[in-house]
């Protein structure tokens, strides 16, 4: 599961969400407040993931934090 932190300072901030392994993109969602993404992602043969986040959107001054739960490797 992937959402914006209930903490965020902006509640409008529109975030993008990348996952990449060995350099090629795995998946990516787009996350806006008050909402929530299951994202499904194998990981299969990948030695390098990367997991990383840009505000695409956001009121100038505040600022938005990703949070990621339920995660599983298997």
Same mark, same amino acid.
């Given at each position: 599961?992937?959402?914006?932190?209930?903490?965020?300072? #902006?509640?409008?901030? $529109?975030? %993008? +969400?990348? @996952?990449?392994?060995?350099?090629?993109?795995? &998946?990516?969602?787009?996350?806006?407040?008050?909402?929530?993404?299951?994202?499904?992602? #194998?990981?299969?043969? $990948?030695? %390098? +993931?990367? @997991?990383?986040?840009?505000?695409?959107?956001? &009121?100038?001054?505040?600022?938005?934090?990703?949070?990621?739960?339920?995660?599983?490797?298997?």
């Amino acid at each position: 599961m992937v959402g914006q932190d209930d903490g965020s300072e #902006s509640r409008e901030a $529109v975030l %993008r +969400l990348v @996952v990449r392994g060995d350099g090629r993109t795995l &998946a990516s969602r787009t996350v806006r407040y008050g909402q929530t993404s299951s994202l499904g992602v #194998s990981v299969a043969g $990948v030695q %390098r +993931l990367t @997991v990383s986040f840009t505000e695409v959107e956001c &009121a100038p001054g505040e600022g938005a934090a990703l949070v990621l739960g339920s995660g599983k490797v298997g």
